[in-house]
């Protein structure tokens, strides 16, 4: 997930599959079994390496980030380059050391909430996981650190967010983002068929779009996902500027003759990179398929595996996503597409060696 405004290219790192909890739709396949996780020091040349390539924000992810024993140094680095800081969390961790520790090192704290307590609790696995991450909300405003929630989208909640956005108000939370099921790790096996199809999504927007309207100024309300209408290809503004929005037209603008002449940042040809726990560097989502990996950070410096990348893979990158943008702005329907999914789908059927200018 992307939590900050506008351009922001962000760095999401997930340094470890610890976590308190087994929850049904982890993405990672978290849980109490695992290890520490990766290393900080690779970590924080990441970070630095970053930041040179003019990545802006560093998001944390896990497992749970707050068993992870590095977090407070992989924060420090980012704030000590002018990153901005955010920690997504399952909230049963908050208690005022912690928080006190986060002091002047984290921007936003996201904190999930998957519904009414009920569904809350079925999808993280823990009856009572609700009411326990609930009870540590007061240790977040006492600590004075911003913070907000973040909602994962299945086939058959987006009746609950109208609940959702009210119990954020009344908690004084800033934001609430909306977020698609995405069917990998644990959530593949133990949630099949949940995550949202056309109809849900397209309920999920609605619902966003006039809690958005009605509560302006009160709570920033953000979806992850993309209105087709207005994916044309050669538009004057990126279709997803919006609050949080993925930015499909970025990468389309990278496939340009002269970009891929050019030398520039790899934040240019890759809004969101994502450090998996595992140490794999991929583009725009946790899992994206292989064949367009930057490599891992055990084998080489996120320098030198992004300068291999815009060598060898950046072409064939940025035909994927052209090509996505262009398929998608042919039809009208469904309404609205989850663009990461679209383009993630796409480039497992790719086949690289189909491609003159892939090299990999």
Not at 24 to 29: E, K, Q
Not at 56 to 85: D, K, M, N, Q
Not at 251 to 278: K, M, N, Q, W, Y
Not at 318 to 344: F, G, Q, Y
């Amino acid at each position: 997930m992307a939590l900050f405004e506008g351009e922001s290219r962000v760095l999401q790192v997930h340094p470890t599959r610890a976590c308190n909890l087994r929850c049904r739709h982890c993405y990672s396949s978290s849980g109490p079994e695992e290890g520490d996780g990766l290393p900080v020091a690779l970590l924080r040349e990441a970070v630095a390496d970053a930041a040179e390539e003019g990545y802006t924000a560093l998001a944390v992810s896990g497992g749970e980030p707050f068993v992870y024993p590095g977090l407070l140094e992989l924060l420090e680095e980012a704030r000590s380059l002018g990153l901005a800081t955010t920690v997504t969390t399952n909230g049963l961790l908050l208690d005022p050391e912690r928080l006190g520790e986060m002091r002047g090192k984290l921007d936003l704290l996201a904190i999930s909430v998957d519904g009414v307590p009920e569904s809350h609790d079925h999808l993280r696995d823990s009856p009572g996981a609700f009411a326990a991450m609930e009870s540590r909300l007061q240790h977040v405003r006492e600590a004075g650190q911003a913070f907000g929630f973040a909602f994962t989208l299945t086939r058959s909640n987006a009746n609950e967010l109208g609940w959702v956005a009210d119990f954020a108000l009344e908690q004084g939370a800033s934001f609430l983002q909306v977020h698609p099921l995405e069917a990998a790790g644990r959530a593949a096996e133990t949630l099949r068929g949940a995550a949202p199809d056309d109809f849900e999504a397209a309920f999920a927007w609605v619902v966003a779009s006039r809690l958005r309207d009605s509560l302006r100024g009160r709570l920033g309300i953000h979806v992850d996902l993309l209105d087709r209408g207005r994916l044309r290809v050669g538009a004057g503004s990126d279709p997803a500027a919006d609050t949080w929005g993925p930015q499909p037209l970025s990468a389309l603008r990278a496939g340009s003759g002269s970009a891929l002449r050019e030398p520039s940042p790899l934040s240019d040809r890759i809004a969101t990179l994502v450090v998996e726990a595992d140490g794999t560097v991929v583009p725009l989502r946790y899992g994206f398929p292989r064949a367009f990996a930057l490599g891992r950070l055990d084998e080489a410096r996120l320098r030198f595996l992004a300068a291999r990348w815009r060598a060898q893979r950046l072409p064939a990158f940025s035909h994927l996503c052209r090509r996505t943008i262009e398929e998608l702005a042919v039809s009208a329907e469904p309404p609205i597409v989850n663009w990461h999914h679209e383009v993630a789908r796409r480039a497992t059927l790719w086949r690289l060696s189909e491609h003159a200018h892939a090299y990999w």
